[in-house]
């Protein structure tokens, strides 16, 4: 298949390529230096998406073995690269879009041997000062708000593919989701009952290699 013919899949990484999202698990499993309660503050309008991640991953404070602990605890689907290849082979282009953080993702992307295409918010992490988290401003997608513009990145997919595919379960997610069609918007956790009360149509699903499974059983 020649690269502009090919089918293209957006995806969310915390909570979609993974069980868990990492800033959960360091607020519940981490030491912190935060008295402050940043995510709330975010839920409730006061500050970005992108603030209050900000702020969670420099308030940790844990040493290496604390750090990968909490990787290892989001719990990325174990079938992801055979997922990836079988989707590669059918044609498909697989984009990374992530509110959260490129240090994290390319860790555990790195640890199961996929290479994948990434666009998330740079950061680096050390025990004296957590993970620093900046915004990409350079980005052909960058936007204040989350640092990377998601839905930006699936107006870009439709152009190309317009039965793009997108999948993501957060907040940031539910802008690109109503972006393609009903039948190509794969959502689980909190976009999945927001799609539910609002009546929209969607695929659910558990694990990310659900996702390759019907998407090669339909193309």
Same mark, same amino acid.
């Given at each position: 298949m020649s690269p502009s013919n090919k089918r293209?899949? *957006?995806?969310?990484?915390?909570?979609?390529?993974?069980?868990?999202?990492?800033? /959960? %698990?360091?607020?519940?499993?981490?030491?912190?230096?935060a008295d402050h309660d940043h995510w709330a503050d975010y839920v409730d309008g006061h500050i970005t998406h992108f603030e209050a991640l900000q702020r969670i991953f420099a308030s940790i404070r844990t040493d290496w073995a604390g750090v990968e602990g909490v990787l290892e605890r989001m719990e990325l689907d174990p079938e992801l690269p055979s997922a990836v290849k079988?989707?590669?082979?059918?044609?498909?282009?697989?984009?990374?879009a992530?509110?959260?953080?490129?240090?994290?993702?390319?860790?555990l992307l790195?640890?199961?041997?996929?290479?994948?295409? *990434?666009?998330?918010n740079p950061g680096v992490f050390a025990p004296e000062t957590?993970? /620093? %988290?900046?915004?990409?401003?350079?980005s052909p997608y960058f936007l204040h708000e989350t640092g990377i513009d998601k839905s930006a990145l699936v107006r870009a997919a439709l152009?190309?593919?317009?039965?793009?595919?997108?999948?993501?379960?957060?907040?940031p997610d539910l802008a690109p989701s109503n972006l393609v069609l009903p039948s190509r918007r794969f959502a689980c956790g909190w976009l999945a009952q927001h799609l539910e009360q609002t009546g929209e149509a969607y695929?659910?699903?558990?694990?990310?290699?659900?996702?390759a499974d019907q998407l090669l059983e339909e193309f």
């Open positions: 293209i899949l *957006v995806t969310d990484f915390d909570g979609t390529m993974t069980t868990y999202d990492f800033f /959960t %698990l360091a607020r519940r499993d981490l030491p912190s230096a079988r989707l590669r082979d059918a044609g498909w282009d697989i984009r990374v992530s509110a959260g953080c490129e240090w994290y993702i390319r860790r790195d640890k199961a041997g996929v290479q994948l295409e *990434v666009y998330a957590g993970l /620093t %988290l900046s915004l990409p401003v350079d152009k190309r593919d317009p039965q793009a595919v997108f999948a993501g379960d957060g907040r695929h659910p699903f558990e694990t990310w290699s659900q996702i």
